[in-house]
Every structure is written in C-alpha cells, then in structure tokens.
C-alpha cells in the first residue's frame, strides 16, 4: 500500500520514491586502520583557537543562539564586501540550497542541475514538488553548458552550476560560465555552487562572487564544512541580491545555526591563514594522488576540489571493497564510480597502493 493512502496519515505525494541522502561510510570502529575518505571531509582536526570559541558557547547552550548570525554576518561582510542584507546563513550549505529551492521552486517548476552532481539536488527539488532536469556531464565529466542553457523552458525557476563539480571534481570556466549565464533568462536564479572554493588552483575558474556582483540572478553558495574542516558543526551561506537573500530569510527554519557553528565559523575566519595553510597541503596531496593514478594507467579528471574521481563502471562496487579491506573507506556510486577524498598522506597511501593492486588484478 502506498504511504500516501490508507489510513496512514496523509502524506504529500512528491515524497515517494525520494531517494534518501546516503552519507558516506563510516570508518570501521574496530579491525585494521581505517581512515574514512567517503565524505570530502577535511581531516584536520578542530584548530586549538577555533575549539576554544566552541567550547565557550557551549556554555551557553541553555541559550537559544543568534538568530541573526549577527558577528558573523558582519565578518562575511567585510570580507566579501558584501552588504549583510545579501547574505544569509543556514545549516550548511545544503541547508541553505534546500531554502532556495523553497522560495522559487513548487509543483510544476523545473529545477536544472548537471548529472552526476552532488546528490542532495534531487532530493531537495523532489521535496519542493518540482521537477528535476538532470542534463548529462559531457563524456570528460564537465558540466555541459550548452546542454544546459537549452534545457531552460518557460517553467525553469532554479539552475544548479557545482563548481567543482561533486563528485566528479571538474570545473567551469569563467568564459564558458559568463555565455551560459548571458542564456539564462534574468528571472531565473543561477545558484554558484562553490562548496570546495577554497581548492580551487586553476586560475580560469571565476570566484563566484565577482560574477554575482554584475548580475542580479546568481546566488552564490559557500560553506564552513570544507576548508575550514566544521562539517559537523552545521554552518553554510549564500551570497544573493534581494530579493533572493531577503526570501532565503523567510524560508530559514528559526535559530537553525547553532551559537557553537556561530562563534566557531567567525574564530575560523581569524583563523584563516592557517586555515588555507592546510588546504594548500591538501592541494599537495592532490596533485600526488592525481599523479600517483595517472602513473598506475588510470584515466582521472582532474580535480579541482578535496576528491578526485575514478569511472569505474561495473567495478564500481567491487573497487570500493578492495579499499576497505585495503583500510579505506571510500564512495562508491554503484554503476558509475567512485570519488574518493584527499584525507591523510597515509590513508592517501593506502588508496594509492590498494588501486594499483586493483588495477593489475583486474584489467
Ligand atoms: C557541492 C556541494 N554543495 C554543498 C554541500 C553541502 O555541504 P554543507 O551542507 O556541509 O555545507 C556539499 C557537501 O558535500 C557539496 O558537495
């Protein structure tokens, strides 16, 4: 019997068959090492300074926080010479994603997103009563512009750009970006995806930020999960004019950013030097792990963010198990492939040793 009938209480059709967020694995708690790289973390531990400002509002957590994200709203401001009426905050990036869906997009809406891209889009579209068009990635694992922009109908009302693209790592260009959106249609939303901004080396990749500032329908989405390695502590932010950003205010669930993701989010901007210090290690490790699977005979996008991408089709599932055996944990997408973070120098060592066992015992 459906959920939606009976005497069940009645719930909204558009939630059957919503495909439930799979987060990635967990590392094995007993057994061999194990070092989880299924969910783009950063695998630096909390900074001292960052944890202090956490612990002391923990303090306070009798307390409801500030709903207004007050300090930290004004640091982002000043440092992205923004106006805090163009910003809004939520409970990640994802959290925010899901609001902008909300104010623009219901039953009989588009929303266009690349496909494979980061995972929650469907889901969150599917909520809204949407529908998703999911245009293909070209065969080099890009973001299909052209495609794209030809996929806009007079029902469009939100168009996803992930970039770098999840899972797959690749990126747009600023030329590539600026004729797409010059397509796009002045009413409806461009949301800038910029999860992993911060591992962004390429210098053709535009800071989402400038674009957003010529144009009045692009938002752009950044998060604390990432760089700044707070990815339990709840706490992203899309830059957008009004009245997008006055929109995603009404749509925010009431004191959803927690006092702890406040006062750590702010202590992490003081700290951002050594913060971007370990990014730039991370990118490091990039370069060795992209290189290190090109070496082995492996044919890999090059990746832009803190993963890189392996298609591995039909071997997809069996991969990921050699790597956990191997004592990593990484994330399949059955059928497809598999994108594994760049964690640890010896858990990136493990990975590189347990595909290149892979590779001569099974091509
Ligand atoms: C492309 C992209 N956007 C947004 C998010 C959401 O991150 P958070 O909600 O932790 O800010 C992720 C997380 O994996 C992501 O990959």
């Known amino acids: 019997m459906s959920e ?49 400002s956490a612990l002391a509002a923990a303090a306070g957590f009798n307390r409801y926080p500030d709903m207004a994200c007050t300090r930290l709203m004004n640091e982002l401001a000043e440092r992205f010479g923004v106006p805090v009426s163009h910003l809004a905050t939520g409970t990640g990036s994802v959290g925010v994603a899901q609001q902008l869906i909300q104010a623009t997009a219901g039953p009989g809406d588009e929303v266009i997103y690349a496909w494979r891209s980061f995972e929650a889009y469907p889901i969150i579209t599917q909520i809204s009563g949407a529908a998703s068009v999911q245009v293909p990635l070209t065969s080099g694992d890009v973001h ?46 461009v949301v800038l995806d910029e999860a992993y901004r911060e591992f962004i080396r390429d210098p053709e990749v535009p800071d989402g930020i400038e674009i957003y500032r010529e144009r009045p329908n692009v938002a752009v989405l950044r998060t604390f999960s990432k760089a700044y390695g707070l990815a339990g ?7 957008a004019h009004e009245p997008v950003a006055a929109a995603l205010r009404k749509t925010a669930v009431p004191f959803g950013v927690s006092q702890l993701a ?77 994108r594994v973070t760049i964690g640890e120098s010896e858990a990136n060592d493990i990975f590189l040793r347990a595909a290149e066992a892979f590779r001569k015992e099974r091509f």
Request: one cysteine or more; hydrophobic letters at 40%; a negative charge.
């Open 262 to 338: 406040q006062d750590a989010a702010v202590a992490s901007l003081y700290a951002e030097d050594e913060l971007l210090g370990r990014v730039g290690s991370l990118v490091c490790e990039r370069k060795r792990v992209y290189e290190g699977l090109v070496g082995q005979g492996w044919t890999v996008p090059e990746s832009q963010a803190n993963f890189v991408w392996l298609r591995l089709g039909e071997r997809t599932v069996d991969f990921a198990a050699a790597c956990e055996q191997a004592g990593v944990v990484v994330r399949p997408f059955a059928g497809e492939g598999v």
């Open 4 to 52: 939606t009938s009976g005497t069940s209480p009645k719930l909204r059709a558009v939630l059957d068959g919503i495909p439930t967020y799979k987060p990635g694995k967990p590392a094995a708690a007993e057994g061999p090492v194990a070092y989880k790289l299924s969910s783009n973390e950063n695998p630096y531990p909390p900074l001292p300074g960052v944890m202090e």
């Open 233 to 239: 502590l709840r706490v992203g932010f899309a830059i």
């Open 144 to 189: 299909d512009l052209e495609a794209m922009a030809g996929a806009i109908t007079d029902r469009t009302r939100l168009i996803f750009v992930c970039n770098p693209n999840n899972p797959t790592g690749t990126v747009v260009r600023r030329a590539e970006l600026e004729r797409f959106l010059d397509r796009v249609p002045s009413d409806v939303l």
